[in-house]
């Protein structure tokens, strides 16, 4: 079946502007989570959704950035203002209770 | 905090030869310790995980093992082939799937 499904895969923005990032989970998969990679290092938590509500936003940065997932499937994750050093690659991983995540292939960032 | 410790950074074996992966962490109420392998361009793929009730698990070519007294766990690949290349991660965390504390990474060169 189908793996988890990020689009863009690239995106490059100006300083400042706001961007939007999709991600189309497995079918079936009701936990849904958003991590970010810097070049040469692990992911980094940002979010976390259990059906349509954020369980657990505690790695969200600061208040540019917003996710949702409206319908319990799609998430989109929203950066606004961007900066220079939001730039990197943006994961997004499904999974179905407390079993193992399965990881999209992310969309790379890139803030001018 | 919980901090998992990677090494080495960069592991280079031979075609068939075994590479073992190495990956320390702080907190000792940390019980679910997956390894994730990142190609290229790809999301990380979870290759095997760990719960900290069992020392050792193996799939095939990989083995992971674990000790809670030193705080310690390792990634085993035996019979290594080119399609191993790639970056591999260990994680930790405490009672989570998703709150995982990840390593810095291993850049594992397999040569010809």
């Known amino acids: 079946g189908a793996g988890v499904s990020q689009t863009p895969s690239n995106k490059v923005t100006e300083k400042g502007k706001y961007v939007e990032l999709r991600c189309d989970p497995i079918?079936?998969?009701?936990?849904l989570y958003w991590y970010r990679q810097s070049l040469g290092q692990g992911p980094e938590f940002l979010i976390y959704?259990?059906?349509?509500?954020?369980?657990?936003d505690s790695g969200l940065p600061n208040d540019r950035f917003f996710a949702v997932r409206p319908e319990g499937s799609v998430s989109t994750l929203k950066i606004q203002r961007t900066e220079r050093g939001d730039s990197a690659v943006y994961l997004c991983?499904?999974?179905?209770?407390?079993?193992?995540?399965?990881f999209g292939n992310g969309t790379r960032l890139t803030v001018t | 905090g919980e901090n998992v410790e990677q090494h080495p950074s960069t592991l280079s074996v031979q075609e068939g030869d075994s590479a073992v992966i190495k990956c320390t962490y702080s907190?000792?109420?940390?019980?679910?310790f997956p390894w994730y392998k990142q190609e290229l361009g790809k999301g990380p793929q979870l290759i095997i995980d760990?719960?900290?009730n069992v020392g050792e698990k193996k799939d095939q070519r990989i083995a992971v093992t674990l000790n809670k007294t030193a705080k310690h766990f390792s990634l085993h690949i035996t019979e290594t082939q080119p399609e191993d290349s790639a970056v591999y991660f260990c994680?930790?965390?405490?009672?989570?799937?998703?709150?995982?504390?990840w390593g810095a990474g291993t850049k594992l060169i397999i040569k010809p």
């Open positions: 079918s079936g998969h009701t936990a």
């Open positions: 991983a499904s999974s179905l209770p407390n079993s193992p995540l399965h």
């Open positions: 907190d000792s109420a940390s019980n679910y």
């Open positions: 994680a930790a965390s405490r009672d989570s799937n998703y709150q995982l504390i």
């Open positions: 959704f259990q059906g349509t509500g954020a369980a657990d």
């Open positions: 760990i719960r900290s």
